[in-house]
Antibody
């Protein structure tokens, strides 16, 4: 079964960092690009960045450049996204999504709720 | 950044009715790289339409997409009970992908 399974919910204090994992199964991980987006409560989606799981090349939204990092572990078929210097506005559900051959996000993870609160 | 504006914000319809959702882009979308997603509470988004008008795998043919340039439409020909949900448009033709604010289709 083609799927992306993300790690569980996180509660962090302002200034901390969080790392969310995205485990791929059912497809050839290194053949795809994995994107990360987030959805704050009551808001639409915001794109954070992507990683080419084969080459490891990354690209980030300018808004998050320097504060977000995306890496992958090919042996574990897992992508990871880290957000540093968390603030309350980073409270959101974070999703990983695979780019399919149609260039759109054809497979999504179930989402990871990250809550930033003092 | 390409801003996507979806309308209406909420669409109240009955099962069996036709739903027409619109999305307008602030500038032309490259190569019509435009998608629609369905979002139900507590679930991951589901790709419905890609490349403006192509249905994703397993999507029923009551869903159709159209448009070009800056104006795009998602049509649901006859609403089924499971279609009452949130719908988001997305452009992926630029290096900064963006999403619309969403249209909620709810039961009248």
């Amino acid at each position: 079964q083609v799927q992306l399974v993300q790690s569980g919910p996180e509660v962090k204090k302002p200034g901390a960092s969080v790392r969310v994992s995205c485990k791929a199964s059912g497809f050839t991980f290194i053949a795809y690009v994995i994107h990360w987006v987030r959805q704050a409560p009551g808001q639409s989606f915001e794109w954070l960045g992507w990683i080419n799981a084969g080459s490891g090349n990354t690209r980030y939204s300018q808004k998050f450049q320097g504060r977000v990092s995306i890496i992958r572990d090919t042996s574990a078929t897992t992508a990871y996204m880290e957000v540093r210097s968390l603030r309350s506005e980073d409270t959101a559900v974070y999703y990983c999504a695979r780019v399919g051959t149609n260039d759109a996000f054809d497979i999504w993870g179930q989402g990871t709720m990250v809550t930033v609160s003092s | 950044e390409i801003v996507l504006t979806q309308s209406p914000g909420t669409l109240s319809l009955s099962p069996g009715e036709r739903a027409t959702l619109s999305c307008r882009a602030s500038q032309s979308v490259f190569n019509n790289y435009f998608a629609w997603y369905q979002k139900r509470p507590g679930q991951a988004p589901r790709l419905l339409i890609y490349g403006t008008s192509s249905r994703a795998t397993g999507i029923p043919d009551r869903f159709s997409g159209s448009g070009s340039g800056t104006d795009f439409t998602l049509t649901i020909s006859r609403l089924e009970p499971e279609d009452f949900a949130l719908y988001y448009c997305q452009q992926y033709g630029s290096s900064l992908q963006t999403f619309g604010g969403g249209t909620k289709v709810d039961i009248k």
